[in-house]
């Protein structure tokens, strides 16, 4: 898992151990991957981590050319949406919010 966050994702390793890992995304956001349990792998149904991002179609483009298989974008009220899955299959949501007016 940390080599898909650090070497796909692009996110920054500031501490790892076997059993856990924390990363930066930038601008003061970051993930913290945890091994759960003897298998190293999450139940069905936990909760999906979304990114916010401000140009949704640069960021699927760069997934994409790293291999990643992700969802068409969507327009919806509040902005612009995708997703993807990580190797072990939890749901990873993208988003660029709607921008506003000043």
């Known amino acids: 898992m940390l080599q898909f966050y650090r070497d796909t994702l692009g ?3 500031g501490y790892s151990s076997p059993n856990f890992a ?7 956001a970051g993930i913290a991957l ?4 003897a298998t190293g792998t999450s139940p069905d149904g936990d909760v999906m981590i ?9 960021t699927v483009g760069m997934l994409t050319a ?4 992700t969802d068409p974008i969507r327009s919806e009220s509040f902005g612009k949406i ?21």
Request: hydrophobic residues 30%; without cysteine; aromatic residues 4%.
């Open 82 to 102: 995708s997703g993807f899955r990580d190797p072990e299959g939890h749901r990873i949501g993208l988003e660029e919010p709607r921008r506003r007016s000043a």
């Open 11 to 13: 996110l920054t390793v």
């Open 50 to 58: 979304e990114f916010l991002v401000e140009d949704l179609a640069t």
């Open 34 to 37: 945890h091994r759960d349990g």
């Open 22 to 28: 924390e990363l930066s995304a930038g601008s003061g």
């Open 66 to 69: 790293n291999g990643v298989s």
